[in-house]
């Protein structure tokens, strides 16, 4: 079964300030995809980005950056000049070759004034 | 546009009793899912489908059980609810081969 680790404890963060949000992913499959989601604290998930394992370019959207290492199996998300609307849960997923799409744990981020 | 459609929001239970969790999803996704949302637990999977009549167990499936009789709808159901089953739901989407999964905005149930 794959596995996805987020092992940060609650983070806060300077508003303006680059964060960087870990995730690191156990699977055997050749081919799978990683995302990132955001949980606000009204309850919605929302998808922030998406890689693919043989993309070759890191994934950008706007603020956020997926630094994918293929071979440390780690996809950590960059969110860079925080704002506070940032202020959320952030959850790391993997959607491996069987399409179960399998979450981390979570992080929680606080973006401070 | 609807998305994903979960109903109902919010619902209380007595231990032992039965209640069906709908989803609907109006964007013709082949994959649909079931996850629970725990407190320092993440989403964990329960019963996803890859097709209409396709289903199949997720990480926690005990206590709940699915059908897909057509491509729009994915009920869960919890046959004899327990305070165990305390949780967020939420229904997911997705398109094969796409690069995003669409939810639901959640259901909160309570068993008491």
């Known amino acids: 079964a794959q596995k996805i680790t987020q092992t940060q404890p609650g983070m806060f963060v300077q508003e303006k300030e680059a964060v960087t949000l870990d995730c690191t992913y156990d699977t055997s499959d050749q081919s799978y995809g990683l995302f990132w989601y955001k949980q606000p604290s009204s309850g919605e998930m929302i998808f922030l980005i998406y890689q693919g394992s043989y993309d070759e370019q890191n994934a950008t959207e706007g603020r956020y950056s997926l630094n994918f290492q293929k071979a440390r199996k780690s996809a950590n998300l960059v969110i860079s000049a925080s704002q506070l609307g940032d202020s959320a849960m952030y959850f790391c997923?993997?959607?491996?070759?069987?399409?179960?799409?399998?979450f981390g744990k979570g992080n929680q981020v606080v973006v401070i004034p | 546009n609807a998305g994903v459609t979960q109903t109902p929001k919010f619902q209380v239970l007595k231990t032992g009793q039965s209640m069906t969790l709908q989803c609907a999803q109006d964007m013709n996704h082949e994959y649909m899912s079931w996850y629970r949302q725990d407190p320092g637990m993440g989403l964990r999977l329960i019963h996803y489908?890859?097709?209409?009549?396709?289903?199949d167990q997720g990480e926690v499936p005990n206590g709940y059980n699915v059908s897909r009789s057509t491509t729009e709808d994915f009920p869960l159901r919890l046959l004899s609810a327990a305070p165990s089953q305390t949780s967020v739901y939420f229904c997911a989407s997705r398109q094969h081969g796409a690069t995003e999964a669409f939810f639901g905005q959640g259901t909160r149930l309570t068993v008491v």
């Open positions: 997923a993997m959607n491996p070759e069987s399409n179960r799409l399998a």
């Open positions: 489908s890859v097709g209409a009549g396709i289903t």
